[in-house]
């Protein structure tokens, strides 16, 4: 039996994860044409959470299952990340790898439509393996960027977006085995970590935050970086010089 005091204060965490997502939004909303198209897709990627996590949150309050709202926007999701962050890479080969490989994203969708994952539970493969994906993506990103710089970097967006993705994806890929676990042996454990990942979630967001009120600089990867060519354009380029 769970606690009703810690079922509150999940409710209130995961009310203040679902709405911190508005500030970060509300910067880019208002920025917007001073964005650099990296930041743009990571707003599509904050606008597509804050949706799922209102669907989530009523379908809970319904005693309906919503774990398929995550399953529906785990691709699109990770897409938009792997998206944002190829327009903050350094080296030609990065960026195109990020770009060629966001739309293949949609074979997060397989495990569930073959039957490899339950609909109705926490998924063990899908969402752990979007969050080691991300994760990489951005550590890679931050720490290549900041060598590439060798100066502090507090002023950059990418900075502050790859910090908080860090931050929340690291936590991420532990949520559902835990939580799946504790479901079964202690239910109030499992409802604690679910409370320590929206409270994570929040703070991500305040980085984020920072991220899209940073100045923006024509083409925002640095000095001696032209703009690297279109997704449609890097693959067609090879084919074309024949």
């Known amino acids: 039996m769970i606690d009703r005091s810690v079922l509150v204060l999940f409710y209130v965490t995961a009310a203040l994860a679902t709405l911190s997502l508005l500030p970060p939004l509300a910067v880019a909303v208002r920025r917007w044409p001073l964005l650099s198209s990296s930041l743009r897709c990571f707003a599509g990627y904050l606008a597509l959470e804050l949706v799922i996590g209102l669907a989530s949150f009523v379908l809970g309050r319904l005693e309906i299952n919503n774990h398929l709202v995550a399953v529906i926007g785990v691709p699109i999701e990770t897409a938009l990340i792997l998206f944002a962050f190829a327009g903050w890479q350094v080296d030609q080969p990065a960026h195109r790898l990020l770009r060629t490989l966001a739309p293949f994203t949609a074979l997060f969708w397989l495990p569930p439509l073959l039957g490899w994952e339950a609909l109705h539970d926490f998924s063990l493969v899908t969402d752990s393996a979007q969050a080691i994906l991300c994760l990489a993506v951005a550590a890679f990103t931050l720490v290549r960027r900041s060598f590439a710089r060798g100066g502090p970097a ?54 984020f935050t920072l991220g899209m009120r940073c100045p923006q600089r024509p083409w925002n990867s640095g000095p001696s970086i032209s703009p690297p060519p279109s997704w449609w354009a890097s693959l067609w380029s090879p084919w074309a010089r024949r």
């Not at 790859?162 to 890929?173: D, E």
Request: aromatic share 14%; charged share 5%.
């Open 154 to 207: 507090t002023h950059e967006d990418w900075f502050w977006i790859s910090g908080g993705v860090m931050l929340y994806f690291a936590t991420y890929a532990l949520v559902n085995p835990l939580t799946r676990y504790f479901m079964t042996h202690a239910p109030s454990a499992a409802v604690a970590v679910l409370t320590v990942t929206a409270g994570v979630h929040v703070c991500a967001n305040l980085l």
